[in-house]
């Protein structure tokens, strides 16, 4: 059975870290190599890097902070934000990133999908999903939820297994923030009809959260940022406490 993989995430602005990170031996908490590393060494699987500056600077500094991070860290990491171009994931994946995440250029642009697989490989390319639950559907979102789209979710998804992604990374926009926990029930559907991994994404608040996500929403992989910036659950445990609940992972 595949070990299920713990992903911390890191939002990245102009080149530096944003949301709190109270690491207390951080030399500079807003280096974000520094805390990649940090994390390699503590039992994380896999990064995530999110830019959210919307500076024309961004492809620049983002194709930097890879090279740096590429040269410290031996754990995969996914890169994503504001990619929209197969010369923009051409710089990031040559300069080291192991994947690239697309979101909104991708439910603007569906062909991006197919054309980044084609020259890539699916491995490679993960689609990042916000949804909101609303009236008992779940819609897509883009912007970081905030705008909606007439897309349903598993409708959505599918296409995106269709066009050859090789991985899901989905937010629930009503769970995000929240620390009560996954959206084990949309998880679950997503699992159950798709055959690519999917990521959970929002709603991490303890130990407890993870094994429910990989139990009962058949998660492949649990995303998560303030639990492990705040230092409020160290990988190491979480592990640990996994192991004693019988899923798999990477001790």
Not at 23 to 45: C, H
Not at 139 to 164: D, M, Q, Y
Not at 189 to 199: F, R
Request: hydrophobic content about 45%; proline content about 3%.
């Amino acid at each position: 059975m595949l070990t299920k993989r713990i992903i911390p995430c890191l939002d990245i602005k102009n080149g530096r870290t944003v949301k709190g990170i109270n690491f207390v031996d951080l030399r500079d908490a807003g280096d974000p190599v520094e805390l990649a590393e940090i994390y390699a060494k503590t039992g994380a699987d896999e990064l995530v890097f999110l830019d959210i500056s919307a500076t024309e600077e961004r492809r620049r500094t983002l194709a930097d902070l890879v090279l740096r991070v590429a040269e410290k860290v031996n754990i995969p990491f996914t890169v994503g934000g504001g990619i929209s171009s197969v010369e923009d994931v051409d710089i990031l994946l040559h300069n080291g990133a192991d994947k690239v995440s697309i979101n909104s250029s991708a439910v603007k642009n569906p062909q991006l999908i197919n054309d980044l697989v084609a020259k890539f490989g699916s491995q490679c390319i993960v689609v990042a999903i916000d949804a909101k639950q609303i009236d008992g559907e779940w819609i897509v979102h883009l912007v970081g939820g905030k705008v909606p789209t007439t897309l349903n979710l598993f409708t959505w998804a599918k296409e995106v297994e269709e066009r050859g992604a090789g991985e899901i990374l989905f937010t629930s926009m009503n769970h995000d923030g929240t620390k009560d926990g996954f959206a084990n029930e949309a998880l679950a559907k997503l699992s159950t009809e798709l055959n690519i991994p999917i990521i959970a994404s929002g709603g991490a608040g303890n130990m407890q959260h993870f094994t429910d996500t990989f139990i009962e929403g058949k998660a492949d992989a649990a995303l998560a940022a303030s639990v492990f910036h705040f230092k409020e659950i160290e990988i190491k445990d979480l592990k640990e406490e996994l192991k004693r609940n019988n899923i798999p992972v990477r001790l």
